[in-house]
């Protein structure tokens, strides 16, 4: 006889009759798995887009936080000021007027000897520093008394 029922190798013991695992209970309607497979395929896809879109992080200049130079080659360092090849007048060239003493001021920052500009005292803290001189030199377009 090919087929030995428990009961008759172990007497002693009750029959076992094979049970089917539980499966756990399959959600209706929607199937998740591949929704789940989709959605991680698109988000590889965005990272693999975006890793060609952007090779590497973008390094900023610590002074005047502009991307594309560092501290070293900045002009508006402070440590690498150089003085301005520029000839007085004794007008200021952001409001037009004349002055007994005028300023230079450097509009590209201190480190750049090649562009300033004559101004005034005022227009030079007021125009060319937005009222601070610690602010970043800049180039006024207008006057702004
Ligand atoms: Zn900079
Ligand atoms: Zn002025
Ligand atoms: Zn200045
Ligand atoms: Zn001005």
């Known amino acids: 006889m090919a087929l030995v029922q428990t009961n008759q190798v172990f007497p002693n ?3 076992q009759y094979w049970t089917a695992p539980a499966v756990p209970a399959v959600q209706q309607g ?3 798995e591949p929704l789940l497979w989709t959605a991680g395929a698109v988000g590889l896809a965005l990272l693999v887009a975006k890793a060609f879109e952007n090779p590497g992080p973008v390094r900023r200049c610590g002074i005047c936080d502009r991307a594309g130079h560092d501290a070293r080659t900045c002009s508006q360092n402070p440590a690498k000021r150089v003085r301005l090849r520029m000839v007085k007048t004794g007008h200021c060239s952001c409001c037009k007027r004349r002055f007994r003493r005028t300023e230079a001021h450097h509009y590209a ?4 000897g090649n562009k300033g500009r004559e101004m005034c005292g005022t227009c030079h803290l007021v125009c060319g520093h937005g009222g601070d001189y610690r ?3 800049a180039n006024p377009l207008y006057c702004r008394l």
């Open 13 to 15: 013991r009750a029959p």
């Open 135 to 137: 602010n970043m030199a």
């Open 30 to 32: 929607i199937a998740w």
């Open 109 to 112: 920052g201190p480190a750049d």
